[in-house]
Nanobody
Framework: QLQLVESGGGLVQPGGSLRLSCAASGFTLDYYAIGWFRQAPGKEREGVSCISSSGGSTNYADSVKGRFTISRDNAKNTVYLQMNSLKPEDTAIYSC?????????????????WGQGTQVTVSS
């Protein structure tokens, strides 16, 4: 059974950092593109970042460019999202998603496999 489990969320002060992890079980991530998405209360889900199956291509929402970095470690079957210089507006539930496509996409409808999410709260 394909399963994605996010971890690493929590409460952090503005300007702080968190590293989210997306661990896969039941399948190997080698051939899957991975996307990170977030949804804040009362808002639509937003694509934050994605990485191609090879890891050679990444993409970021304009709101996180220069602050967030996505990476993957296929040996550990895990994808990471390093989040620096966090702002209150980054507060949301962050979810990872996987699809067996080579390219990177920030469109949520292109992903079939989703984790349950981890809460990130940026507040002083």
């Amino acid at each position: 059974q394909l399963q994605l489990v996010e971890s690493g969320g929590g409460l952090v002060q503005p300007g702080g950092s968190l590293r989210l992890s997306c661990a896969a079980s039941g399948f190997t991530l080698d051939y899957y593109a991975i996307g990170w998405f977030r949804q804040a209360p009362g808002k639509e889900r937003e694509g934050v970042s994605c990485i191609s199956s090879s890891g050679g291509s990444t993409n970021y929402a304009d709101s996180v460019k220069g602050r967030f970095t996505i990476s993957r470690d296929n040996a550990k079957n895990t994808v990471y999202l390093q989040m620096n210089s966090l702002k209150p507006e980054d507060t949301a539930i962050y979810s990872c998603a996987a699809d067996p496509m080579p390219r990177c996409s920030l469109r949520d409808w292109e992903y079939d496999n989703w984790g349950q999410g981890t809460q990130v709260t940026v507040s002083s």
